[in-house]
């Protein structure tokens, strides 16, 4: 099993959709986990951290079952500027020093 | 976002030449990391470092060396370039052991 594997799309949707991506990781040592959003040719950039009891920021959802070791981005109300590539991201865990696994990324493109 | 700026940019340069690139953070982040980014296998670690002076061999580190002089400038290096290490490099910076941000990139061609 791959340690951080997405589904590398592309999703093509139109605006106004709901779209969800999955994320499923290897390691349950892991603590932490993020979705980071990558531009084409810009750097990657932090969309939110991922917790235990879910959390949201606007149209954007995330879900961790720890069990299962998946994750997940829901976009509601899709946007234009919402296309771009959508990196799930876990720690390594067991005192790391910070280190990240980065999945290859989901790409996103929303349609008129 | 962090203050993070990465110099050059953009380099061309020939196989067997050594190539530093720079770091530069303004956010005084303890930890400092060098990826690079290919198409099909997404980020990955090259080095990094916890602190002045202590740095560490990330995934991919063969080829690489690194340097961490003060806080805000890590520098990465490439002894001898090879047509292997054309890449994107993004440095990253995080005041925890976990959040990161990225600076803009240096886009590395080698013929």
């Known amino acids: 099993r791959k340690e951080v594997e997405q589904d590398p799309g592309p999703f093509n949707v139109p605006e106004g959709a709901t779209v969800a991506f999955n994320c499923t990781y290897s390691n349950s040592a892991s603590q932490s986990f993020f979705w980071y959003r990558q531009d084409c040719r810009k750097e990657p950039k932090l969309l939110m951290s991922?917790?235990?009891s879910g959390n949201e920021d606007g149209r954007f959802t995330a879900q961790l079952n720890r069990a299962s070791q998946y994750i997940s981005l829901l976009i509601r109300d899709s946007k234009l500027s919402d296309s771009a590539t959508y990196l799930c991201?876990?720690?390594?865990?067991?005192?790391?020093?910070?280190?990240?696994?980065f999945g290859k990324g989901t790409k996103l493109s929303v349609k008129p | 976002d962090a203050g993070i700026t990465q110099s050059p940019r953009h380099k061309v340069t020939e196989t067997g030449t050594p190539v530093t690139l720079r770091c530069h953070q303004t956010?005084?982040?303890?930890?400092m990391y060098w990826y690079r980014q290919d198409p099909g296998h997404g980020l990955r670690l090259i080095h990094y470092s916890y602190g002045v002076k202590d740095t560490d061999k990330g995934e991919v580190s063969d080829g690489y060396s690194v340097s961490r002089s003060k806080t805000e400038d890590f520098l990465l290096t490439l002894e001898s370039a090879t047509s292997s290490q054309t890449s994107v490099y993004f440095c990253a910076t995080g005041g925890s052991t976990d959040t990161q941000y990225f600076g803009p990139g240096t886009r590395l061609t080698v013929l």
């Open positions: 956010e005084n982040h303890r930890y």
């Open positions: 991201v876990v720690n390594k865990g067991g005192g790391s020093q910070g280190n990240l696994i």
């Open positions: 991922v917790y235990s």
